[in-house]
């Protein structure tokens, strides 16, 4: 079993930055992919990046240039550095362990 929990939601302005973070525990050695997902109210839920154990990443086309995935292996810890938020980067913010696993959500509201 794999627990994860995510931190660093909040307010942030249009062109303000975010970090979350998404810590595991539990039966972590197995995880090869953590990733984060996002959903807007009355929208499905949808991929907004993720990081395999190797380094490689993939992003959302929407977010590409301006989020950053990150992952600290020895810490168990992935981060999404968010910069440049948009209005339409709202939602609640799940992260992923192998699509298997996921955290509670923390909610990232993006207003003036």
């Known amino acids: 079993q794999v627990r994860l929990v995510e931190s660093g939601g909040g307010l942030a302005q249009p062109g303000g930055s975010l970090r979350l973070s998404c810590t595991a525990s539990?039966?972590?050695?197995?995880?090869?992919?953590m990733g984060w997902y996002r959903q807007a109210p009355g929208k499905k839920r949808e991929l907004v990046a993720r990081?395999?154990?190797?380094?490689?990443?993939n992003y959302a086309a929407s977010v590409k240039g301006r989020f950053t995935i990150s992952r600290d292996n020895a810490a168990n810890t992935s981060y999404l550095q968010m910069n440049s938020l948009k209005p339409e980067d709202t939602g609640v913010y799940y992260c992923d362990a192998d699509q298997v696993y996921w955290g509670q959500g923390t909610q990232v509201t993006v207003s003036s």
């Open positions: 539990g039966t972590i050695s197995s995880i090869s992919a």
């Open positions: 990081i395999i154990r190797g380094g490689s990443t």
